[in-house]
């Protein structure tokens, strides 16, 4: 269920009703009988990418180093033999 307040009860609860708004809850806000604004969060920002997160987790063998087959070399240039 939405919680309406007035302009007035907004201004005084601002960090309350932001708060609220995070949490998932909906708030409007509204003039006189009259809802006007809904209070929304912003989109999570991404977190960062931590540089080495996988470190350890993986190991590079010699074959990573070899050349392609012919076959497998081919279909990456389009196909082209």
Known sequence: MAMIFTVHQAKTQLSRLIASAVGGEEVIIAR???????????????????????KGQFALTQAFFEPLP???????DGGAD
């Open 32 to 54: 006189g009988a009259t809802p006007v604004v809904r209070l929304t969060p912003l989109a999570a920002a991404r977190p960062k990418r931590a540089f080495g997160a996988f």
């Open 70 to 76: 012919d076959d497998e070399l081919g279909a990456w």
